[in-house]
């Protein structure tokens, strides 16, 4: 259930005295610029194409944590290879954990003189890489616990050890050097902060010229939200005694399993690592490639992707936030951005159920004036793997702003697993459009009647590595043929509701849940594979109820799966979503104009040549939405390489991949208010063939599925030059089309590690008429018979065009169908 506020609006500030939990944000007490340096993941790219160029683009990363090019560490996140796909993207600099050359974890201790030819190998292709000046080198990893034992509580122990580490890192500092003479080095890159071990290692690096130029250690506990302001100031005295200039800080591992994807436990870490200017990158706990849990599939947002994307959003200088328990562990916390230029101040939060008053002191008269529009939104938590739509907006109201210049924004039944924006914008004249939020309700499975199942709990501060459950626990071991999980729900009013089901599927395929109502089975609902039980999903489907009380059942189908909660949403006409033009990523120098506060509520971004404006633009599948710019006059959109012309309010019929799509707007000179999106994915108009209608060559075979959506897959694909998959497409005009590609494999590289899967992609190279060949990324599916969607653009004529899936040298994944729709349909 979303938080809401009171339906009389925002409070004064003089009505939250009596609230011991309020949050407070000071617009006057900046703190510096807006850094984004905690937005980083460890091995959170594994080739280029996974995570998508439209996933990574938006989330402005920082800073990537990878292995060295061909490291045994894991069989794949590459950091030369995946450094193309980020730098692509905008992306900052790439640090590379230099001992992920080792096969096994712990690594193998083989001694320095067998690790040093190796640190030349890896120096000399840094250094040879046209972009090698944003390349940080990290030569060891968590030497306190591994090779060298730094954390003994002994001290002559501590010092020989210490003192073989100390001359190492001499050692291979210098040869690093020689190597690449500006190389920027990181350390010492412990498992957790030590006093004792910094206060030594600064001592000994300034005296022997082998400082870092970035310090490192991790934070990966759950007592970190507690103590991490306290290593922090520690550190920062350690250098001022030692006479040391201050060192970029990268906290290059930070979070748990219980944290990664939800919003609510993320905003606690990234406040704390914003607030005092440190770049952070989230530990990779599971399988690379989803930027350490926030990208499902490839392109897919969830609810945590979503904080990050509002994270780097955040313009200007951050200023001074005062939660109600600072450095407390999964309490309210947030962080907040004041820019004067945009005219806009935003606030994140969360991490705290229930009610709390956000109070913005000293709101400048100048800047805002003496009314605002205050818009306020929820990102929820949706599982590892489940798609997030749109972030609901909760309120859009106007405020005055307070005798004291303070405005109060009150929410209301907060959810502990959620994060809010607040948006503060000037308010001009008009009244913005109220915002809809349908009823909902969610129900956990621990609470629900359990018949041949158990209660497990999973992720808790005292098991951060457990993974994230709502409510921190989940209904498993329901294998047995009478296993089912029974709802008790109430809801208002007859009509069709949305049940999203959060799950988890440890079977290694599909697995299906009969659904019943009051008794009755309705629906056989499949839940795709997941990584692990744990690794948390969610599969929508819409039931029709009556109002008043009603049991839904979920009982076993063909394979096991594990049930976390579901949320009932009333379904209120067709999905739609309004992206705001003056919270879009800009380019050139547009005016920011607040005038009116009409429709969306945050004014309008006025766009000149020169000028564009990007929206992220959420589409729960591949398919023809429509589209409509809210402007004062014609403005071009451009998608997918195809770009269009639409007059003020025309709606256009655009093909959208599933997940986030990336729409540009440009004119010659436009108020451009926002981008309305609506619809469910219509494929009415698109093209589809079938595998068995490709013609096959070179050994690639036709094999029968079950699971595939016309019975069969082409199969044994590549690993040769002569094999491949041939689709004849008829084109009814020429023009720009988005191919989507329905494919599984399962394809892995396990060695054994302890905590990661080792998943690996595939790549197809996929020829369209004469045009050359496109080589394209495939992540794993989890399991061969779980089909994902990949989009690519292609150019088609009208009439016949052939479209060729080969892969000369590996095995290309397993083809179900292809799809293609024009990315303007202008029928």
Known sequence: MAATLPATGPATAADAD????????????????????????????????????????????TS????PQGGAQHPNGDALTVSKSFFRNGGGEVLVMMQDVYAKWPYEDLGIDDYLPKVDKI?????GDPHSDRFVYIPFNEPDQIWYQLGVSGQPRYEANRDRFLQDWKTVYRRIRAIDPDARIAGPNEAAYDTRLLRDF???AERENVLPQVMTWHELDSGSLRDFQAHYDNYRALERKLGIAPLKINIDEYANRRDL????????????????????NMAY?????????????????????????????????????TPPRPDTVDTLQGLASLDTSRRQAQVLLGGSAGDSDIVLENVPGAVFGRTVTAIVAEAAWSGYEGLHATPRVLARTKVKVADDGSVTIPLRGMQEMSAYRIVLTPGGSGTPSPASVPWSASYEAEDAAVTDGKVCTQGTVDNANGYAASGTKDVGSLNKAGSKVDFTVTVPADGTYDLAILYGNQS???A????????IETATVTCPSTQNRGYRAKKDVTVRLDAGTHTLSLAKGDAEVTLDRIDLTAREGVPSASYEATLADIGGQPAFDYSSSTGAGTGALELRSGDKAVFDVYAPRDGYFTVVPRAAAPVQLALHGATVTAAPGRPLRLYLVAGNNRVTVTAQQAAVHALEVSGSGSTSGTLSYEAASAVLRGGATLVDSVHASGGSYVGRLGNSPDSTAEFSVRAPSAGRYLLVVHYAHNDRRENGHAYNTDIVSRTADITVGDAAPVKVTFKNTWSSDDYWTVGLPVELRKGSNAVTFGNATAWAPDIDRIELGRVVDGR
Request: charged share 20%; net charge neutral.
């Open 64 to 67: 990537v944590s990878q292995k």
């Open 508 to 510: 290694g395929g599909p």
């Open 512 to 519: 299906t849940q009969k659904l019943s109502v009051d008794g």
């Open 261 to 280: 994807s939800v919003p609510g436990q993320l905003v606690q870490w990234v406040s704390m690592f914003e607030r005092n200017k440190v770049y952070a």
């Open 123 to 127: 120096a000399r292709e840094v250094a």
């Open 18 to 61: 009596a609230d011991p939990r309020r949050l407070t944000v000071d617009l006057s007490a900046p703190e510096g610029p807006v850094m984004l340096g905690a937005n980083g993941a460890l091995y959170g790219l594994s080739d280029d194409g996974v995570p998508s160029d439209a996933a990574l683009e938006p989330l402005k990363v």
């Open 202 to 204: 600064l001592a000994f």
């Open 285 to 321: 706990w599971d399988a690379a490639g989803n930027l350490s849990g926030h990208v499902v599939r490839s392109n897919v947002p969830n609810g945590g992707w979503w904080f990050f994307r509002w994270y780097a959003g955040l313009t200007g200088e951050t200023v001074k936030v």
